[in-house]
T-cell receptor, first 112, second 112 residues
Framework: DTAVSQTPKYLVTQMGNDKSIKCEQN?????MYWYKQDSKKFLKIMFS???????INETVPNRFSPKSPDKAHLNLHINSLELGDSAVYFC???????????FGSGTRLTVV | SQKIEQNSEALNIQEGKTATLTCNYT??????LQWYRQDPGRGPVFLLL?????KEKRKERLKVTFDTTLKQSLFHITASQPADSATYLC???????????FGTGTKLQVIP
């Protein structure tokens, strides 16, 4: 059983399109995150939800909209995709933070 | 704002030696500091967490130290093996509810 699963694994799309990435965790964790890892491998936090409530919203363009239908799912919708959105997006979850974060395997988004 | 610095250069060591990776931060000491391993094309994997009141933490061949005076954590892998080759990331709370940010990572190559 995959603890944190993301779909799709790869996503190639044209500029201006709208796309979604889905994330599900079966660990019973209360907090979920979206991170973006750019070409320089820097992992940057984007959003965090705790029990379906948005608690962290970094300076991310409002073209990015997270949605958490329940505490096991956190989806990311991106409108009007731009070339600079190309990156690997990671979903992660944690219970109290003290047990570390569990990451998904990532979604490699390429905007052409 | 809190900055995290890890050796951006790759670290090459001979198999069997001890690898030592450094993580420095600039501002206030976090409540805890974490270390992760990331392999190419995969998400980061949690290794160890050390709290601010702990000097050292061990897990099998891994050892982490935390010096809040120096604002530094050291990550040691003893008796290193080629399978230890990966990028190692430190992560710490930069303020706010479970808001963990990551360093840029150090790429470790263990040469047989």
């Amino acid at each position: 059983d995959t603890a944190v699963s993301q779909t799709p694994k790869y996503l190639v799309t044209q500029m201006g399109n709208d796309k979604s990435i889905k994330c599900e965790q079966n660990l019973g964790h209360d907090t979920m995150y979206w991170y973006k890892q750019d070409s320089k491998k820097f992992l940057k936090i984007m959003f965090s939800y705790n029990n379906k409530e948005l608690i962290i919203n970094e300076t991310v363009p409002n073209r990015f909209s997270p949605k958490s239908p329940d505490k096991a799912h956190l989806n990311l919708h991106i409108n009007s995709l731009e070339l600079g959105d190309s990156a690997v997006y990671f979903c992660a979850s944690t219970s109290r933070g003290l047990d570390g974060y569990t990451f998904g395997s990532g979604t490699r988004l390429t905007v052409v | 704002s809190q900055k995290i610095e890890q050796n951006s250069e790759a670290l090459n060591i001979q198999e069997g030696k001890t690898a030592t990776l450094t993580c420095n931060y600039t501002n206030y000491s976090p409540a805890y500091l974490q270390w992760y391993r990331q392999d190419p094309g995969r998400g980061p994997v949690f290794l160890l967490l050390i709290r601010e009141n702990e000097k050292e933490k061990r897990k099998e061949r891994l050892k982490v130290t935390f010096d809040t005076t120096l604002k530094q954590s050291l990550f040691h892998i003893t008796a290193s093996q080629p399978a230890d080759s990966a990028t190692y990331l430190c992560a710490l709370d930069i303020g706010g509810y479970q808001k963990v940010t990551f360093g840029t990572g150090t790429k470790l190559q263990v040469i047989p």
